[in-house]
């Protein structure tokens, strides 16, 4: 996880914390899901251990957004179960809901920045989960705890972009707003990060820029990042693991 250290300096995530895994085991079992007479997934069985990267790829329509949606539980399966470690999602409701959405980090194709904030304003977004009572309300005026804008910084020191952190989100190119979109999920400290084609908008160059990203979080922090991918070379290049028949 995540911990402010003045002390140490820029280090965003400290060696001791990175020999942690901090991502549950995640078991899919006999997981089916259909849209009235769609079937968007069938028999899905995986089990995937904490701090692998794994690549989902497969044509349009194959399920691989389902999928995702799926272990964030915005969708609920039709057969099956997803459970994190011993928590089967199906269970979920009210606050144990909540504090599952929390803990899934969730990048998009079309990075989800709000483009005319501030880089570090966008970052302190993901600090919001963290945040009760007054300081949750400060922080809609964008007034966020000097605890909270220290994990923010470190979080894009992480991804390279900590000397943008003063600067409009719309004046980066695509593939440093989608590096500022992997900062903000870090600041979130989920447990584990979804990708939802976070390379189609981009061309090549920063498209293996965020893969090396994402690969190097998966690696330092132990945490279990699934990507969906168009690529099949990008898959091979990064993930350990490679899911491609989901129907
Ligand atoms: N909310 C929905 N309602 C009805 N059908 C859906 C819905 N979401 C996805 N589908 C269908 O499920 C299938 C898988 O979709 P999706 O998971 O988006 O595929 P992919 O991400 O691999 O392109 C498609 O046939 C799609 O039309
Ligand atoms: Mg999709």
Known sequence: MLR?????GSTPYRAADAAVPVSPVITLDGVAKRFQSTAALSNISVTIPPGQFVAIIGRSGAGKTTL????????AVTEGSVRFGACDLVALQGESLRQHRARVGMIYQQFNLVKRLRVLDNVLGG???????????????RYFPAYDRDIALRCLDHVGLLSRAWQRTDTLSGGEQQRVAIAKVLAQEPQVILA??????LDLMNGALVMDTLRRIASETGLTVIATLH??????RYADRVLARLS
């Open 68 to 75: 995702l949606h799926c272990l964030s539980h915005t969708t």
């Open 196 to 201: 939802d084609e976070p390379v189609a908008s």
């Open 127 to 141: 600090r919001l989960p963290h945040l009760g009572g007054a300081a949750w309300w400060l922080a809609l005026g």
């Open 4 to 8: 402010p250290d003045n002390q140490r």
């Open 231 to 236: 690529h099949v070379e990008y898959a091979r």
